[in-house]
């Protein structure tokens, strides 16, 4: 029988939404069936410090946003004309068409979003007397720097790259 931490979690176990900065936030949930999730945090740089040229020690350099990356399947960018339809991620990310009604989850400067990143396990049952949890990946404030659109042979893809205004993602198990 196999542990806990031995059973292998993918994307096929993982949804990522997005979500507004409402107080009631509005949301899109985009299954990542065919793509990938990239989380890149890098720690603050140890500058230098010397004393009379001599090497005295470290200190703690400048913070860095966390960088992210997905991909995932997409039908249209535009969001369809009927008004129960949800926004596109596309909309979503960017605050347009469908999505024009939401609220940045910053007050001041271009549109950012918060991306929440819900990872559960295929097997569900209790191991070795505990159940598992599945994990929640939060990265606030994320904003998109770059879209890059491919047409593929079986189905679409849109690819969003881009920073979140935080040094790193905050990560939970329920």
């Given at each position: 029988?196999?542990?806990?931490?031995?059973?292998?979690?993918?994307?096929?176990?993982?949804t990522?939404?997005?979500?507004?900065?409402?107080?009631?936030?509005?949301?899109?949930?985009?299954?990542?069936?065919?793509?990938?999730?990239?989380?890149?945090?890098?720690?603050?740089?140890?500058?230098?410090?010397?004393?009379?040229?001599?090497?005295?020690?470290?200190?703690?350099?400048?913070?860095?946003?966390?960088?992210?990356?997905?991909t995932?399947?997409?039908?249209?960018?535009?969001?369809?004309?009927?008004?129960?339809?949800?926004?596109?991620?596309?909309?979503?990310?960017?605050?347009?068409?469908?999505?024009?009604?939401?609220?940045?989850?910053e007050?001041?400067?271009?549109?950012?979003?918060?991306?929440?990143?819900?990872?559960?396990?295929?097997?569900?049952?209790?191991?070795?007397?505990?159940?598992?949890?599945?994990?929640?990946?939060?990265?606030?404030?994320?904003?998109?720097?770059?879209?890059?659109?491919?047409?593929?042979?079986?189905?679409?893809?849109?690819?969003?790259?881009?920073?979140?205004?935080?040094?790193?993602?905050?990560?939970?198990?329920?």
């Amino acid at each position: 029988m196999a542990a806990l931490e031995d059973i292998t979690r993918n994307l096929r176990d993982a949804t990522l939404t997005i979500q507004d900065g409402a107080a009631s936030p509005q949301t899109l949930v985009v299954p990542i069936e065919e793509g990938d999730l990239n989380i890149t945090e890098r720690p603050p740089e140890a500058m230098t410090v010397l004393n009379r040229g001599a090497l005295s020690h470290f200190a703690k350099g400048p913070d860095n946003p966390v960088n992210v990356s997905f991909t995932a399947k997409y039908v249209a960018l535009a969001g369809h004309t009927d008004s129960t339809q949800n926004p596109t991620v596309y909309e979503a990310i960017k605050g347009t068409g469908k999505a024009s009604g939401w609220t940045s989850t910053e007050s001041c400067g271009p549109n950012t979003v918060n991306l929440i990143w819900t990872l559960t396990t295929p097997c569900s049952a209790a191991v070795g007397g505990v159940t598992d949890e599945s994990e929640t990946v939060t990265i606030s404030d994320f904003h998109a720097d770059e879209f890059d659109i491919n047409e593929g042979e079986e189905f679409n893809t849109i690819r969003v790259s881009g920073k979140a205004l935080v040094t790193a993602p905050t990560a939970a198990r329920a």
